[in-house]
Nanobody
Framework: QVQLVESGGGLVQAGGSLRLSCAASGLPFSNYDMAWFRQGPGKEREFVAGIRWNGGRTFYADSGKGRFTISRDNAKNTVSLQMNSLKPEDTAVYYC????????????????????WGQGTQVTVSS
């Protein structure tokens, strides 16, 4: 059974930092592309950042460029999202997602391509 378990969310003031982590189990993690998505209040879920199965490429939504960094540790089956200079508009539930990486598709931001999802972790940024 595949499980993706996020952690690290919380309440932070604007300008602060948080580091989200996602622990994966039940799948050959090093063969999966990983990504973070988020869903703010009253909004649709959106892509935040993605990383290829081997860590060879990362991709960010414009909203997080220069502030967010995605990384992975294939030895520990974890993917992380370092978020700096947080803004109130970053307030959302953040989801970890996984898709098979050894395929024709090199997209990282297409939500429908992700097969496995975590339950999410709440990030609240106060002004």
């Amino acid at each position: 059974q595949v499980q993706l378990v996020e952690s690290g969310g919380g309440l932070v003031q604007a300008g602060g930092s948080l580091r989200l982590s996602c622990a994966a189990s039940g799948l050959p993690f090093s063969n999966y592309d990983m990504a973070w998505f988020r869903q703010g209040p009253g909004k649709e879920r959106e892509f935040v950042a993605g990383i290829r199965w081997n860590g060879g490429r990362t991709f960010y939504a414009d909203s997080g460029k220069g502030r967010f960094t995605i990384s992975r540790d294939n030895a520990k089956n974890t993917v992380s999202l370092q978020m700096n200079s947080l803004k109130p508009e970053d307030t959302a539930v953040y989801y970890c997602a996984a898709k098979w990486g050894l395929s024709y598709s090199m997209n990282l931001d297409v939500q429908d391509e992700y097969r496995y999802w975590g339950q999410g972790t709440q990030v609240t940024v106060s002004s």
